[in-house]
C-alpha cells in the first residue's frame, strides 16, 4: 500500500488526512526504521508493508468505533501499533501506552517528541500491576498481537472503566481464541458486541478485530500475577 492507496483506502472511510497528518506518518515509517536498525521493533520494514500492515491495520478499528476524546490505553504497545496511528489521525484522544520493555518505552519517548504528540503518557510496567492502581479508568483499552485472548482479557479488562470498551486486534487464530476466553470475558465483566472480519489485501492478509463493552465491574481479585494468569487463564 502506498502512500496514494493509504489516502484513499482511509476516504473511503471517511477519513481524511491534511498535510501534516500525512507528514506524520511519514517521519513516524522513517523513525520506525532508523531505530529498527538498533533494536528489535518489527519485522516488517517495507514501506509499503508498514503502511498496509501497521498503520492501516491500526487504524481499522476506527471504522467501527468513535473516536473523539476519550482516555484510551494501549496495553502492549511495542513500536506503538494501534495507539500512534489512532493519535495521528484523531488527535483528541489522550493516550496512555503501557509496555514491559523499557527500550520500547525509549522509543516511543523519542517518537512522541518528533511526531509532536500530546496528551500522550508512557508508561513503562506490566499491565497487571499497573492495574492495581487504574482499575475502571479507561474509556478504551487496545491490544494488538500481545498475548492469547484468554490471558489478554485478564491483563485488560481491569483497566475499563464500566460502559467502556476493550478492543482486541487478531488474525487468522481470532475466532478459535475467542472461544477459549469467552467464560473469562464474562468473569471479567465483559460482553462480547462486535466481531469483524477482513482481509487487509489480495494477499489474504486475515484480521480479527474484537469489541468487547465492560458492563460490570470486574472482581477485585482480578488481575492475578502474570505467573497465574497464563499457568491457568480463566
Known amino acids: ?24 506518518f511519514e517521519i513516524y515509517y522513517q523513525t520506525l526504521i532508523e531505530w ?25 478499528i476506527s471504522f467501527d468505533q468513535h473516536f473523539d476524546h476519550q482516555l484510551l490505553c494501549d496495553v502492549g504497545a511495542g513500536a506503538g501499533f494501534p495507539s500512534i496511528p489512532l493519535k495521528i489521525v484523531y488527535p483528541n484522544l489522550k493516550i496512555t501506552i503501557i509496555d514491559s520493555l ?3 518505552i525509549i522509543f516511543l519517548q523519542h517518537l512522541v517528541e518528533v511526531l509532536d504528540l500530546k496528551d500522550i503518557e508512557l508508561i513503562h510496567a506490566r499491565a497487571e500491576e499497573y492495574a492495581i492502581n487504574h482499575r475502571e479508568y479507561f474509556d478504551i483499552v487496545t491490544a494488538r498481537a500481545v498475548a492469547r485472548l484468554n490471558v489478554l482479557d485478564e491483563l485488560c479488562l481491569p483497566l475499563v472503566k464500566v460502559g467502556g470498551e ?21 468473569k471479567l ?6 466481531e469483524t472480519e477482513f482481509t487487509l489485501s489480495d494477499d489474504n492478509d486475515y484480521r480479527y478485530n474484537l469489541y468487547i463493552e465492560k458492563v460490570k465491574k470486574t472482581p477485585h481479585k482480578y488481575p492475578r500475577s502474570y505467573s497465574q494468569i497464563k499457568k491457568k487463564p480463566l
Open 1 to 24: 500500500m502506498n502512500q496514494t492507496q493509504f489516502i484513499n483506502k482511509l476516504k473511503k472511510e471517511n477519513i481524511t488526512l491534511n498535510d501534516k497528518q500525512l507528514q506524520q
Open 36 to 60: 529498527n536498525q538498533k533494536m528489535n521493533l518489527t519485522a516488517i520494514t517495507d514501506k509499503e508493508d508498514v503502511y498496509l500492515k501497521h498503520f492501516y491495520d491500526s487504524l481499522t
Open 102 to 104: 523499557q527500550k520500547r
Open 166 to 186: 476493550f478492543i482486541a486486534l487478531k488474525g487468522l487464530k481470532g475466532e478459535e481464541e475467542l472461544l477459549e476466553a469467552e467464560m473469562g470475558i464474562e
Open 189 to 194: 465483566g465483559g460482553q462480547i458486541t462486535m
